[in-house]
């Protein structure tokens, strides 16, 4: 296949495809506009980057991050917080005044994840009646910083709760006219002991407004398939399948088979997906019976480096290998379901048009020095090339601005 070549067009020549074959990719402004052996030959007028015969591979996903408590960038602070939640939430209320601004710290770590390959970002960003919505005023100053490097997309996030908060839902409502595009939940009944009351409120607004709802449910046994069921039926009420996320839901990782056939029946059946990071203090839910039962599972870092924990880079690569380790999964298969998960599959939750390396699609993509996609996951192989909208993004691991 051809493609026009034009002042916009430039070429990733001498690649490798997910099939071993080689290929160039051409690409037209946004778009990837051509894909096959020796194109490169026929555009000597295009910009040619040289692919080096490394492996090529679509962009990644982050469907799950906290940039705003994030302290990459910062002098090494040793983990401050006692092992219970609450312990988290206190210290990191403590730390704010010493730290740096949200906006330097969490633009440390989005030069981070571009510099491994992620193309798109969910963020969860803290709202509560101390802060107001001064984290989501400086997220979207981020957003704006990295527009065309990465797509960003904001959650308003309620950590310390919605209804023992008074003045939360109405701020959460708020943030989605100042940056904010979708709302959060957290525990309705651990935090809140009010499971009605905080879903009420928040699908409320989500059907007010027409947004997505993302909810943190960390709640084991009883308490959170009470929870994700009680999520899934309001979704499927509302008809907002595809715009409902449970993240994390550690019940459905340690749930009687019977409770987890009924609990994901109901999520598959309202388009309830399910985000996870792999951690490990927690079961991990089951991805492939997620999968295999109808629900979209895709992955995110969750926190790193901050005042929740000390570990992670950004690397959603990293992130699937985790994954993959957690879930036991070995062969070249199973590693590919742990990068659809940090990949397309968070693109279809995240609703990017035209994600996945194909003629047509969006020209999201980085090359890895790997052989196979497996290799790619199972080693963390290094990044060399990333490629956002067309643009070079980063390059041998470093960001690289307006390149
Ligand atoms: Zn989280």
């Not at 591979?57 to 983990?79: E, F, N, Y």
């Not at 730290?99 to 030069?111: D, G, I, K, S, T």
């Not at 039926?233 to 399948?241: D, I, K, L, N, T």
């Amino acid at each position: 296949m051809t493609a026009a070549a034009n002042c916009t067009t430039s070429i990733l020549a001498n690649v490798r495809l997910m099939d071993g074959e080689a290929a160039d990719i051409v690409m037209q402004s946004d778009r990837i506009t051509g894909i096959a052996a020796g194109l490169a030959d026929t555009m000597p007028a295009a910009t040619r980057i040289e692919g080096d015969g490394l492996l090529a591979l679509p962009g990644l996903v982050d469907g799950h991050m906290h940039l705003d408590k994030t302290l990459t960038g910062c002098v090494w602070m040793g983990h401050r917080a006692g092992p219970e939640r609450i312990s988290r939430i206190e210290k990191e209320k403590e730390l704010r005044d010493e730290l740096p601004p949200v906006v330097e710290r969490a633009a440390n770590l989005v030069r981070c994840c571009i510099a491994h390959g992620t193309t798109a970002i969910r963020t969860h960003v803290d709202v509560d009646p101390d802060l107001g919505l001064s984290h989501v005023h400086a997220l979207a100053e981020v957003r704006e910083q990295f527009a065309g490097h990465v797509d960003i997309q904001i959650v308003a996030f309620p950590q310390l709760g919605v209804m023992r908060c008074p003045g939360t839902a109405d701020l959460l409502e708020a943030g989605l006219s100042e940056g904010a595009d979708l709302l959060e939940g957290l525990d309705p009944i651990l935090i809140d002991d009010d499971l009605d009351g905080q879903l009420s409120a928040l699908f409320d607004i989500a059907e007010r407004k027409g947004v997505g709802i993302d909810i943190h449910l960390h709640d084991a046994g009883a308490h959170g398939l009470a929870e994700i069921n009680a999520v899934s039926e309001r979704a499927g009420v509302a008809g907002m399948a595809g715009r409902v996320t449970v993240s994390h839901g550690f019940c459905l990782g340690a749930a009687a088979d019977d409770d987890f056939a009924r609990a994901v029946d109901a999520m598959a059946k309202a388009g309830v997906s399910l985000v996870t990071h792999g951690g490990a203090s927690s079961p991990l839910p089951a991805v492939k019976a997620l999968r295999g039962r109808g629900v979209r599972v895709f992955a995110g870092n969750d926190d790193v480096r901050d005042p929740w924990s000390p570990f992670g880079n950004g690397d959603m690569l990293e992130r699937a290998m985790l994954l993959a380790w957690r879930s036991g999964y070995r062969t070249d298969d199973d590693l590919a379901i742990a990068f659809d998960c940090a990949s397309a599959a968070g693109a279809a939750v995240l609703n990017i048009e035209g994600h996945g390396l194909a003629v047509g699609s969006r020209a999201d993509l980085f090359t890895v020095d790997a052989e196979t996609l497996a290799e790619a996951v199972a080693q963390r192989a290094p990044r060399d090339l990333v490629f956002k909208a067309g643009r070079v993004v980063a390059k041998g691991g470093e960001f690289a601005d307006g390149a």
